[in-house]
T-cell receptor, first 114, second 115 residues
Framework: DGGITQSPKYLFRKEGQNVTLSCEQN?????MYWYRQDPGQGLRLIYYSQIVNDFQKGDIAEGYSVSREKKESFPLTVTSAQKNPTAFYLC?????????????FGPGTRLLVL | AQSVTQLDSQVPVFEEAPVELRCNYS??????LFWYVQYPNQGLQLLLKYLSGSTLVKGINGFEAEFNKSQTSFHLRKPSVHISDTAEYFC?????????????FGQGTTLQVKP
């Protein structure tokens, strides 16, 4: 059963704590993305990676970090420097066919601050 | 740089009525265009995309969209909605000339289908 999985579905963070959100895909896609979703603001790009061991900052990378050690996995760490982490986090992956890429999304992780 | 404006934050409509969700974009380069749907507490699902060719694009669940280059619009339509179409809809663009698939999203439109 191919697809993108994200875990956990809900995550709680205490003040000063780092938390890591998991994203795994078995679609053999090259590129992976992390978005943050806040009500009324659409989706904003945090980080993306086009190949293993390489990643780029998106529009709102401050307070977040990522790694891409395996093609299938792109975990996102929300650090204590992110002062307003409460949001819905979405992971996506894509494969390039010709000049075009289409992104496919995981089910999301909701992060709440205690 | 690109930007996407979804002109309505909420669209209420009765079941079996037609609906149009409006999307305008701004870009100095040619773009690809997408519509995604999000059901509550779920990820985004691709409805349809415009890459090239015919400006009328058909997608899943009976939705279609028309690309209008002169008006820089990509409005989504369905001739008869169902209760199950209640969801949030996102319009997005990506740069045709880019070597990445980065998407720029609109703020979303909530479609509320009433019985």
């Amino acid at each position: 059963d191919g697809g993108i999985t994200q875990s956990p579905k809900y995550l709680f963070r205490k003040e000063g704590q780092n938390v890591t959100l998991s994203c795994e895909q078995n679609l053999n896609h090259d590129a992976m993305y992390w978005y943050r979703q806040d009500p009324g603001q659409g989706l904003r790009l945090i980080y993306y990676s086009q190949i293993v061991n390489d990643f780029q900052k998106g529009d709102i990378a401050e307070g977040y970090s990522v790694s891409r050690e395996k093609k299938e996995s792109f975990p996102l760490t929300v650090t204590s420097a992110q002062k307003n982490p409460t949001a819905f986090y979405l992971c996506a992956s894509s494969i390039r066919i010709g000049h075009q890429e289409t992104q496919y999304f995981g089910p999301g992780t909701r992060l709440l601050v205690l | 740089a690109q930007s996407v404006t979804q002109l309505d934050s909420q669209v209420p409509v009765f079941e079996e009525a037609p609906v149009e969700l409006r999307c305008n974009y701004s870009s100095s380069v040619s773009v690809y265009l997408f519509w995604y749907v999000q059901y509550p507490n779920q990820g985004l699902q691709l409805l349809l995309k415009y890459l090239s060719g015919s400006t009328l694009v058909k997608g899943i669940n009976g939705f279609e969209a028309e690309f209008n280059k002169s008006q820089t619009s990509f409005h989504l339509r369905k001739p008869s909605v169902h209760i199950s179409d209640t969801a949030e809809y996102f319009c997005a663009v990506s740069d045709r000339g880019s070597n990445t698939g980065k998407l720029i999203f609109g703020q979303g439109t909530t479609l509320q289908v009433k019985p």
